[in-house]
């Protein structure tokens, strides 16, 4: 059974930096694709930044310049390291892994169980 477990989170001062990493465990084929989403309390959960397996990275505009997603295939491990934080940016932060178990066989998509990201001095 594949599951993603995040770490990293916490409070961070406004202007601050932080990253969220998040773990594959399991026995898995290769991870196609990495994505974080976050959601604001109240609101709904909003797509912050992805990547491929080429290497091709996105990002939501709100983010862009500031926010960076990276992986470690070794570690099957996804980062999200995201600079000058704003106190509006208060959410908790999921991880999104498109995972392909086996070889020839179709991807499903996994998430990790959240992390709370606060922003305050």
């Known amino acids: 059974q594949v599951q993603l477990v995040e770490s990293g989170g916490g409070l961070v001062q406004p202007g601050g930096s932080l990253r969220v990493s998040c773990e594959v465990s399991?026995?898995?084929?290769?991870?196609?694709?990495w994505a974080w989403y976050r959601q604001v309390f109240g609101n709904q959960r909003e797509w912050v930044a992805a990547?491929?397996?080429?290497?091709?990275?996105n990002y939501a505009a709100s983010v862009k310049g500031r926010f960076a997603i990276s992986r470690d295939n070794a570690k099957k491990t996804g980062y999200l390291q995201m600079n000058s934080l704003s106190p509006e940016e208060k959410a908790i932060y999921y991880c999104?892994?498109?995972?392909?178990?086996?070889?020839?066989?179709?991807?499903?998509?996994?998430w990790g169980q959240g992390l709370q990201v606060t922003v305050a001095s």
């Open positions: 999104n892994a498109n995972v392909r178990r086996y070889r020839g066989r179709p991807t499903a998509d996994n």
């Open positions: 399991g026995k898995i084929y290769n991870i196609v694709s």
């Open positions: 990547d491929s397996s080429g290497g091709a990275t």
